[in-house]
């Protein structure tokens, strides 16, 4: 039996389903947005730190632009 032939109940079924899968994507999206936030701030102080150890030990004169 395709859905089309279902009745309201089983619209109702996925209908539920369909807003946990667009709950689950939103979630993925979020997340994801963590990742990229938190890595792009590592690599700043990552950089910020190889540059200021860059210039401590060797004397040579680094600038950071942000």
Same mark, same amino acid.
């Given at each position: 039996?395709?859905? /089309?032939?279902?009745?309201?109940? #089983?619209?109702?079924?996925?209908? +539920? &389903? *369909?807003? $946990?899968?667009? !709950? /689950?994507?939103?979630?993925?999206? #979020?997340?994801?947005?963590?990742? +990229? &936030? *938190?890595? $792009?701030?590592? !690599?700043?102080?990552?950089?910020?730190?190889?540059?200021?150890?860059?210039?401590?030990?060797?004397?040579?004169?680094?600038?950071?632009?942000?």
């Amino acid at each position: 039996m395709s859905v /089309a032939e279902g009745g309201a109940e #089983d619209r109702a079924v996925l209908q +539920v &389903a *369909d807003y $946990a899968v667009e !709950a /689950a994507i939103a979630l993925q999206g #979020d997340v994801l947005g963590v990742f +990229v &936030a *938190d890595g $792009a701030e590592l !690599a700043f102080e990552v950089g910020v730190g190889n540059a200021t150890t860059t210039q401590s030990t060797s004397g040579v004169s680094v600038r950071c632009h942000v």
